[in-house]
């Protein structure tokens, strides 16, 4: 069917937008909803995190916890159905440093979920940071990890429509305001 992206800056409303419009998708659409969650309980404040995250999704939906193999996930045979994965952002963290990604690695990746974001028989909404809008990072690690994550979005925002930018909570259409070539 197709992707949806939904970005923004930390605590934008982007999960929470991503829920609601899953919800009303799956109204719509009549499909059942699972939700693919990239994070990972490292300390007491993460898993705090998750557990909200968790209480303000319906107890209806399905959780995969898939911290890397996201790519592998949406290959599978399935029906279609609305996905929310929930989120880049931790998903590039995950590559970089659980799976110890190189660029080759990174790349590959990226155009296979992009790929399999285009094959997937169902709706996807997928939830991403922006975080290249403010300074250079002072170090070499944290700037690849922004480079890379500005790629990753822009692999999954060239074939997903609509793409949403939060901004306070407030949704804005970027593919319906931005300029298009003829």
């Not at 800056?9 to 009303?24: D, I």
């Not at 990174?106 to 290249?132: C, D, H, K, M």
């Not at 890379?148 to 074939?159: D, E, M, P, Y």
Request: charged fraction near 25%; include cysteine.
């Amino acid at each position: 069917m197709s992707a949806i992206l939904v970005l923004g800056g930390a605590r934008s409303g982007k999960s929470q937008f991503a829920v609601r419009l899953a919800e009303h998708k799956a109204q719509a659409m009549k499909l059942p909803v699972t939700f693919v969650a990239t994070a990972q309980p490292f300390d007491e404040e993460m898993s705090d995190r998750i557990g909200r995250h968790q209480s303000e999704r319906p107890s209806e939906w399905t959780t995969v916890e898939e911290p890397s193999a996201v790519a592998l996930w949406l290959e599978q045979p399935r029906a279609p159905e609305i996905v929310v994965i929930d989120c880049l952002t931790l998903l590039l963290n995950n590559w970089m440093f659980l799976d110890r990604y190189q660029e080759s690695d990174y790349l590959r990746e990226t155009r296979r979920l992009t790929e399999a974001l285009q094959r997937f028989p169902g709706l996807a909404i997928v939830v991403s940071n922006e975080i290249g809008l403010g300074l250079v990072p002072g170090d070499p690690l944290s700037r690849r990890y922004r480079d890379w994550l500005g790629i990753l979005n822009q692999s999954v925002a060239a074939i997903a429509d609509p793409v949403y930018m939060l901004f306070a909570g407030i949704p804005v259409d970027l593919k319906r305001m931005g300029v298009h070539w003829q």
